[in-house]
């Protein structure tokens, strides 16, 4: 038996760029950290804040916008765009997606965040009920298939493994994750 060389090291790189072409929507509840996330990956990303005005019929008594979602799929195009992260928390709404990615946060992280922001305490606890109940997850579900539908914690995650985690989406390295369930976080309020 003839003994080849020795065997050269296959380097490991690490994964930066995203490979694939595809649509897709990083959404979340408000201070989950979509546009700090979608800031450092290496796709075009559309901001639906900047949209606003125009994908909606104004603002309530609470100054909230009111969201027309056949208004956001006429002004947003995401069909022939390929390499864009659709960044907002109503992205999930988006025709044409490929991947839904939504960023989750434990409700009183979430909650800590969302002061620093200077949310009214009101907008806080909403916040932190829709979080809690899985409302943004739950919604993304009933407009996708539930294979195309990703959930990242950023509780605690850097900024740089939450990128890290997106493009492994994005290239398919993850097909599937763990559902993130903070249901239970809403008996410690009552």
Known sequence: MQRQGPRKKQRLQQ???CSLSVNIALTGTP???????SSKVDYNTVSINDYYAQISNGKDEENNWLIDLDKLNEIIITKN?????????VAHFL??????IVLRCHPDQLGKRL??????????RENMEAEALNIIYEESIDSYDEKNVFEIDTSKMTIEKSVEKVID?????????KRIDYSETIMDWY
């Open 115 to 124: 002061s620093s922001r200077n949310y009214s305490d009101e907008k806080i």
């Open 15 to 17: 994964k930066r760029k």
């Open 169 to 177: 989406i994005i290239n398919g390295s993850i097909k599937s994750n």
């Open 95 to 100: 025709k044409n997606i490929d991947k839904i």
């Open 81 to 89: 765009q390929p390499n864009t992260i659709f960044e907002g928390h």
């Open 31 to 37: 201070g989950t950290g979509k546009t700090s996330l």
